[in-house]
């Protein structure tokens, strides 16, 4: 059995003096497309704050490629090829959309192949492209979304999570999101981690999922038994 | 029509003024959404130490290098190990931080340097005839050196902000600071290098204002004034807009020029009174000034 | 660790306490009152600023509103002694209720703004204020004396007759006078801060928003609050007139006097009636032990770095501090509620209600 890309133990962590997850251990190997379902408050955006490097866990360890990652913050996750695209999109709103990919790509230093990503992910979201110099707060909820991933994307990771992509947008620009995401790791072999509420369309391009229930992992599996099971189905799926 | 002149003239060199010390709050407001009310005091220090080079005989174009790097080192300390180590707390606490390095270092410099008034070195060119006409008003070389200074400043400043990398994570972290940290931006080395740089380019301001400012020589009550102008521009222009900071600044200083040459029975010596007036003007009809984004506080 | 033993409010202990304080305070004030007049005099410059930091306490301690620009007040307050007694004669003590009146107008005035404008905004506001008034001074030279300053004829100083002071004896009589108005600021201020107004002031300092949808009228609390700091403050100046005889707006009410009135509260404890006496000993020991250090600029750097460890170390002040260390022996609760007979009944009576009964509830 392979290594994992990158695997995360015993995670428990907190806001204040509340504990959110409770011993929350996940796994995502390369090229994976893994999914965790939970409904609100379950703590799935804090368990991808901690994963970015963003939110200190209280307990628990990472490993990326087997060996344990010691100091844990944003700019060495990102080292380590991880990169978060944030709930609510966290776009630099008084920046033009250009500059949004630029400070995407900070950590670079190889500048001829930053612009050469550059132009790549416009080819793919051809939108963005057409926006370049337009401010970046100006541009739609669904646009933005593009905008974020296309951010985290400049950085190379190899993992990409994103929290809750499908909120606020219409379900035609949520399924061509969704599409996207496939083919990005299809081609890039870039590994997803997604988080999502309402899972159906998530699931589809899903090879694994972990079901979050108030800071518990209570059930994992493949995606096709998730849509099997009968109880899941009518609590995320809706049907 | 040459008194007009000549007032727009004289508006124009203070206003160049304050647009430099407003640029200052802006570099600082935009970085770490504050208001850095011992500004003046970092560019009197630091004038200080240039004073205190030209007094042993170093030219005061080539002193006021390490004032500049003093300057910055003092602006990075600040932030770094005062205000960060506060802000988390409240903002009032932020503000009397900022009000005790008020008072220290004023206090400091009438220590060290004592508290008369000392004749600092003119900068540009100055004395006799140094001047041209223009449709009969006098503009002073002096004049068109400071307005010329101070728009090559806020060009350099553009150009960093847009063109240069760090610009960038500075732009980035005034604009979303977590975000700007998933990126990989190292938000704390960002703020010190923002208040390093707004406390460096104090220093260089405050060299080239003392003499042109009342009453002309250096003392420690030589940057009130000039803060609450400065302030009052950057209130007005918007506080995180450095083109904002370049508007409010010289239509303040033609402003108060023009006002204080034809509205009689203020005499002349109400500019403080004025300025007063439109710090508060604007902070209840529109606080996020003229060019402004962001506000200080959300409702 | 046994718990602080729980003193209820007042009760025949908790008002035995404030007794014993009130009779402390009465000794303090007759020892004073014997000092030469040299120190006598410290001591009452010690009380006037007191005084003014109470009433900034009002105003950025209990209700949150950062004001760097009370010396203002400070100066509005000794000018209008200044004017009454030197251009219309009135007896100097009668002019203290009128400085507090004028300043109460003007607070309101400044409070106005502070509706709309919040937090660091409105520091900005107070602090072009600290810097306007002295330019406002000079404006109106003929009634102030412009920047030359003013000055009061120790005679008209005189202490009234009915005191039974004699002209030299007018340091006693300002001793006095300040005692009786410091013990009235902490008279009212500790009422205010225990009433419910003193409740909806830390309502609006801790969360506008939340007071502000329970019911506190933010207007009327940002303004009068304004008003009565302005006032007290105000009224603090008044006997500062009267303590220097002579007004210099560029010399005692700028705005580095303002931050000392700041930095002095901050220092002293916020939201304490101790913190002001503290601030003001402060104020006025601190540059006088060091006035002989860099030039008299030492005690600026000293308050800077006193400021610096206060608010990092002891956020809440000397005072602050001292609570903090007395609350581990000793704590004040009111008194809990008493409950209803009614109420401890069971709550379903024995028979159905009658026809009359129900048609009245």
């Known amino acids: 059995m392979s290594t994992p890309l990158f695997t995360a133990e015993n995670l428990v962590a907190g806001y204040g003096g509340a504990t959110v997850l409770h011993d929350v251990s996940v796994t995502v190997d390369e090229h994976e497309v893994v999914v965790v379902l939970g409904a609100n408050g379950a703590g799935k955006s804090t368990l991808l704050s901690v994963l970015a490097g963003q939110l200190p866990a209280l307990q628990g360890s990472f490993t990326v490629d087997g060996k344990t990652v010691g100091q844990i913050r944003p700019d060495i996750m990102l080292q380590h090829g991880i990169s978060l695209v944030p709930q609510g999109r966290g776009t630099l709103a008084p920046l033009s959309v250009l500059d949004n990919m630029r400070v995407g790509a900070i950590s670079r230093s190889d500048r001829r192949e930053v612009e050469a990503d550059i132009d790549r992910w416009f080819s793919v979201f051809p939108r963005l492209a057409e926006r370049r110099d337009q401010i970046a707060g100006t541009l739609s909820g669904g646009e933005q979304q593009m905008l974020a991933i296309a951010r985290a994307l400049m950085s190379r990771p190899r993992l990409l999570l994103c929290d809750e992509i499908s909120l606020g947008l219409a379900p035609v620009i949520i399924q061509g999101l969704f599409e996207t995401l496939r083919e990005i790791n299809a081609e890039s072999g870039t590994a997803l981690l997604l988080v999502e509420q309402n899972a159906q369309l998530a699931l589809d391009i899903a090879s694994r999922v972990y079901l979050l229930e108030v800071g518990h992992v209570t059930a994992s599996g493949t995606a096709e038994q998730f849509r099997a099971d009968d109880s899941i189905r009518a609590a995320y799926l809706g049907y | ?299 | 660790m046994s718990s602080p033993k729980v003193i209820v409010r007042d009760s025949a202990i908790h008002r035995a306490l404030i007794g014993g304080g009130v009779v402390i305070g009465i000794a303090l004030a007759l020892w004073g009152s014997g000092l030469a007049p040299f120190e006598q005099g410290q001591i009452t410059r010690v009380m006037i600023y007191s005084i003014a930091i109470a009433g900034l306490n009002v105003a950025t301690g209990y209700a949150g509103l950062l004001s760097v620009g009370h010396s203002a007040f400070f100066g509005i307050g000794a000018y209008t002694t200044g004017i009454l007694v030197v251009k219309h004669g009135w007896g100097a003590w009668a002019t203290i209720p009128a400085a507090f009146g004028i300043c109460l107008v003007v607070g309101l005035l400044v409070g106005l703004p502070a509706l709309r404008i919040r937090g660091l905004y409105l520091a900005m506001v107070t602090l072009a204020f600290a810097v306007a008034f002295p330019e406002i001074v000079g404006r109106f030279e003929n009634l102030t004396g412009g920047a030359g300053g003013m000055t009061i004829h120790r005679t008209s100083l005189r202490p009234p007759e009915w005191t039974g002071f004699s002209l030299g004896e007018k340091g006693a009589w300002l001793f006095w006078l300040s005692v009786i108005v410091l013990a009235l600021t902490i008279y009212v201020t500790a009422s205010l801060t225990r009433s419910r107004y003193g409740l909806a002031m830390s309502a609006v300092r801790e969360n506008e928003i939340a007071a502000s949808s329970s019911g506190v009228n933010i207007a009327i609390v940002k303004t009068a609050t304004f008003g009565l700091s302005g006032a007290i403050t105000g009224a603090a100046g008044a006997l500062f007139a009267m303590y220097m005889g002579s007004l210099y707006a560029e010399g005692s009410f700028t705005l580095l006097a303002g931050i000392t009135l700041l930095i002095g509260l901050v220092i002293g404890g916020e939201r304490t009636i101790l913190g002001p006496i503290i601030g003001g000993l402060v104020v006025v020991y601190v540059p006088y032990y060091t006035s002989d250090i860099g030039g008299g600029q030492a005690s600026a750097v000293l308050f800077a770095a006193v400021l610096l460890l206060v608010i990092f170390v002891a956020p809440a002040g000397v005072a602050g501090a001292i609570n903090k260390f007395v609350a581990r022996f000793m704590v004040v609760r009111s008194a809990p509620p008493v409950s209803t007979p009614a109420l401890t009944e069971s709550p379903v009576s024995d028979q159905a209600p009658t026809q009359n009964e129900r048609q009245m509830s």
Not at chain 2, 87 to 104: M, P, Q, S
Not at chain 2, 254 to 277: K, P
Request: charged content about 10%; glycine content about 12%.
């Open chain 2, 1 to 299: 029509m040459e008194i007009l002149l000549s007032r727009v003239f004289a508006g124009a060199t203070s206003g160049s003024i304050y647009v430099l010390i407003a640029l200052c709050l802006v570099i600082v407001f935009r970085s770490s959404s504050t208001i850095n009310f011992a500004q003046g005091e970092f560019a009197l220090f630091t004038t200080y130490v240039t004073w205190w080079m030209t007094e042993r005989g170093i030219h005061v174009w080539l002193a006021i290098v390490p004032a500049i790097l003093v300057g910055f080192l003092m602006g990075a300390a600040a932030e770094r190990w005062l205000i960060r180590p506060v802000k988390k707390r409240d903002e009032t606490a932020v503000l009397i931080v900022a009000l005790a390095l008020f008072t220290g270092l004023n206090g400091l410099d009438g220590w060290i340097w004592g508290s008369d008034d000392k004749v600092f070195p003119r900068m540009l060119p100055s004395g006799e005839g140094s001047y041209i006409t223009i449709a009969g008003a006098r503009l002073h070389y002096d004049s068109i050196a400071i307005i010329a200074i101070m728009f090559a400043v806020v060009g350099g400043l553009t150009l960093f902000f847009n063109r240069t990398s760090m610009g960038l994570q500075m732009r980035a972290v005034a604009a979303n600071p977590e975000s700007a940290a998933l990126c990989g931006v190292r938000v704390g080395r960002v703020l010190t290098l923002s208040w390093g740089l707004s406390a460096a380019l104090s220093a260089f301001a405050g060299a080239l204002l003392i003499p042109l400012v009342p009453p002309g020589q250096l003392g420690l009550a030589g940057m009130f004034h000039v803060l609450i102008f400065a302030t009052a521009a950057a209130l007005l222009g918007g506080l995180d807009s450095v083109k904002g900071a370049v508007v409010g600044g010289l239509g303040l200083g033609i402003g108060l020029a023009l006002v204080n040459g034809y509205v009689g029975f203020l005499g002349g010596s109400m500019s403080l009174t004025v300025a007063l007036v439109v710090i508060v003007v604007i902070l209840l009809v529109r606080p996020t000034g003229l060019f402004g984004a962001r506000r200080l506080e959300r409702v």
